[in-house]
């Protein structure tokens, strides 16, 4: 599920940075590159810096991105795409830059009357378990803004929907109950409250390997009655290394409008 999640996450950030998805199937996809998302993604200063003085004919490039390895090509060539893979940090990073939120309407064909849109608060966190190893984990949740009923997977939900930055004909928004710094904090009670209540067994054991190392590297120096400044650095390294931590941090969002059979 969790590779879904990275195909449907990339396939929304290329979509909504106007690049053409030249191929979307199970297991990869493949993208036309912007010419600012090739400056933003490909690191390629030199090569824009000499178009641009010399008014060349961009040729900003494609690339083959590979979300579950199982379902690609075996002889596709591109990059796989995983938690901790460079490229999908980069891409969050990206996100980040350039503005985590929007707000997007339902596409809606109304003929008649007046369709109301209900709105939703959407937001993709990443939460990182991390020691001496490292998890990535991504919830996407919805809030609505108006019952305060919370889902999971809300950019699947998303992905199956037309959606619009402008407000389509005969439609209206519902004034949202809830205000969107409230929804954000019960979004991160929800997932801390998960987090709270899953197996902690790998801090743990990092806990343990972080003793046994430790007990190392007092027995390496125990004949000192006074540890050198090295011993310190190593101890401090240590507990940079295997301290258990968790981080939570949103990698973008927004208010989505949203007829109300789209999602109950």
Request: hydrophobic fraction near 35%.
């Amino acid at each position: 599920m969790q590779q879904e999640k990275i195909h449907s996450y990339l396939e929304s950030f290329f979509t909504a940075n106007s690049c053409e998805i030249i191929e979307n199937e199970p297991g990869h996809l493949t993208v036309q590159l912007t010419i600012e998302m090739d400056k933003e993604l490909m690191n390629r200063p030199f090569y824009w810096h000499y178009l641009e003085k010399t008014n060349g004919v961009p040729n900003p490039m494609k690339l083959t991105l590979i979300t579950d390895q199982q379902k690609a090509p075996a002889d596709l060539k591109g990059e796989v795409m995983h938690f901790g893979a460079p490229r999908l940090h980069q891409i969050f990073q990206t996100t980040t830059k350039l503005g985590s939120y929007i707000r997007l309407f339902e596409k809606v064909n109304a003929t008649y009357g007046n369709t109301p849109l209900h709105p939703w608060l959407g937001m993709n966190i990443m939460v990182s378990y991390q020691c001496d190893m490292k998890k990535d984990k991504l919830y996407s949740i919805g809030l609505h803004l108006i019952s305060g009923t919370l889902i999971e997977n809300f950019q699947d939900k998303l992905e199956t929907l037309e959606l619009t930055p402008k407000i389509p004909d005969l439609c209206f928004n519902l004034t949202p109950l809830i205000r969107p710094q409230s929804g954000i904090r019960r979004i991160r009670q929800f997932i801390e409250q998960s987090i709270s209540e899953q197996d902690h067994t790998w801090a743990d054991s990092a806990r343990k390997r972080w003793n046994e190392d430790l007990k190392l590297l007092d027995h390496f120096y125990e004949e000192l009655d006074e540890k050198p400044e090295s011993y310190h650095l190593e101890k401090d390294a240590l507990r940079e290394l295997y301290e258990p931590r968790i981080n939570i941090s949103i990698q973008n969002g927004g208010i989505f409008y949203l007829t109300q059979q789209a999602i109950f």
